[in-house]
């Protein structure tokens, strides 16, 4: 008996591409699979990235229904992820690995096509190897200091006592070393603390899966030398032990989330109606930021009626708020701008004459 996919919370483009992947992807893979409605369904794909996808996983989740994430997220609270953008290919190893968890065994893949007769070959002609560029990094770097101009030849001038000699601290928290273009490389940060290693070409890092063991290291100071950089060898080494990586902005978002401590950030307005312009990928350690997201895709609001209607305080309104600003996923609503007046007609020109 076929295993059954449905399809729910997405776009009539986004279903219409599923769907025609789904065809190949079911075609490699023997026929293993049909569609169904979604409350008939063994498997559901849920566009969590959609405005409703959040709300369907909800309903299917408490049905018992198995949910396939669609979401350009590294990770998903679903029971599994179809990565975003997708394919037919990556579609067909999706599915392929959950029929093999069901007990379902594709259909055995096509025959080869026979070869070619050497002397019906040819053989194409050798290329030069490309030439291997730097990572490249889509964000502006910090440019390196040149060197000091020098001091102009003559007689030594009196002057405040020179301390070029004494060495400087530069130390910073973590959210501002994670500024684009502040860190280069691979990196392990020291300073003890939960292992944080970082891939600033990448914008990645690995560490521990949940966020709150890490709140630790957005309190102290850093300084440069606190990052350790790491070769081939070493980055692998390190790694092996602590799963997939995960997108810098994760952490980036997390910093701006304790950065108020309960307070908006003095650069937002605390007065302004705020709302959000597309469904976060919330946290599980951060209950309470689902019903607020809900609460701020009605509408701009304050964060007082923000509060009121998710049914949480007001410094965690703030907090929310501040973080979601930083990742790009709410804003402040705009004052409309003023309507330009109203130019004169013919008569009333020539009563102004």
């Known amino acids: 008996m076929p295993l059954t996919l449905g399809l729910t919370g997405m776009d009539p483009a986004t279903e219409t591409a599923l769907r025609a992947a789904f065809d190949s992807a079911n075609a490699r893979l023997g026929g293993i699979w049909r569609l169904a409605p979604d409350s008939e369904a063994d498997y559901v794909v849920v566009d969590m990235d959609s405005m409703y996808g959040p709300m369907s996983w909800l309903r299917l989740h408490a049905a018992g229904k198995q949910v396939i994430a669609l979401t350009a997220a590294q990770r998903s609270q679903a029971d599994h992820r179809l990565a975003q953008p997708f394919d037919?290919?990556?579609?067909?190893?999706?599915?392929?690995?959950?029929?093999?968890?069901?007990?379902?065994?594709?259909?055995?893949?096509?025959?080869?096509?026979?070869?070619?007769?050497?002397?019906?070959?040819?053989?194409?002609?050798?290329?030069?190897?490309?030439?291997?560029?730097?990572?490249?990094?889509?964000?502006?770097?910090?440019?390196?200091?040149?060197?000091?101009?020098?001091?102009?030849?003559?007689?030594?001038?009196?002057?405040?006592?020179r301390t070029a000699d004494?060495?400087?601290?530069?130390?910073?928290?973590?959210?501002?070393?994670?500024?684009?273009?502040?860190?280069?490389?691979?990196?392990?940060?020291?300073?003890?603390?939960?292992?944080?290693?970082?891939?600033?070409?990448?914008?990645?890092?690995?560490?521990?899966?949940?966020?709150?063991?890490?709140?630790?290291?957005?309190?102290?100071?850093?300084?440069?030398?606190?990052?350790?950089?790491?070769?081939?060898?070493?980055?692998?080494?390190?790694?092996?032990?602590?799963?997939?990586?995960?997108?810098?902005?994760?952490?980036?978002?997390?910093?701006?989330?304790?950065a108020g401590r309960g307070q908006l950030a003095p650069e937002h307005d605390p007065q302004a109606r705020y709302r959000m312009v597309k469904w976060p990928q919330t946290e599980r350690e951060f209950p309470?930021?689902?019903?607020?997201?809900?609460?701020?895709?009605?509408?701009?609001?304050?964060?007082?009626?923000?509060?009121?209607?998710?049914?949480?305080?007001?410094?965690?309104?703030?907090?929310?708020?501040?973080?979601?600003?930083?990742s790009g996923h709410a804003e402040a609503e705009r004052e409309p701008e003023p309507a330009e007046p109203p130019k004169p007609g013919l008569f009333g020109r020539l009563r102004g004459r």
Request: without cysteine; aromatic residues 6%.
């Open 88 to 161: 037919a290919a990556s579609l067909a190893a999706l599915l392929g690995g959950i029929a093999a968890q069901a007990g379902v065994a594709p259909a055995a893949p096509a025959p080869a096509p026979t070869p070619m007769p050497a002397a019906a070959r040819q053989e194409p002609a050798p290329r030069e190897p490309a030439p291997v560029l730097d990572s490249a990094v889509d964000i502006p770097l910090e440019a390196a200091p040149g060197p000091a101009p020098a001091e102009p030849e003559g007689p030594a001038t009196a002057g405040p006592p």
């Open 288 to 326: 309470k930021h689902f019903r607020i997201a809900t609460a701020m895709m009605k509408g701009p609001a304050t964060l007082p009626e923000i509060a009121e209607a998710a049914g949480v305080a007001l410094a965690e309104v703030a907090d929310f708020v501040n973080a979601h600003l930083a």
């Open 166 to 258: 004494v060495p400087v601290r530069e130390g910073r928290r973590l959210l501002d070393w994670l500024a684009p273009g502040r860190l280069q490389g691979r990196l392990r940060l020291g300073g003890g603390g939960e292992t944080l290693l970082i891939d600033a070409d990448l914008r990645e890092y690995y560490g521990p899966a949940a966020l709150k063991p890490l709140a630790g290291r957005f309190e102290a100071e850093f300084e440069r030398a606190d990052f350790e950089p790491l070769d081939a060898a070493a980055w692998s080494a390190a790694t092996a032990a602590l799963g997939t990586a995960m997108p810098l902005t994760r952490l980036v978002w997390f910093g701006h989330l304790l």
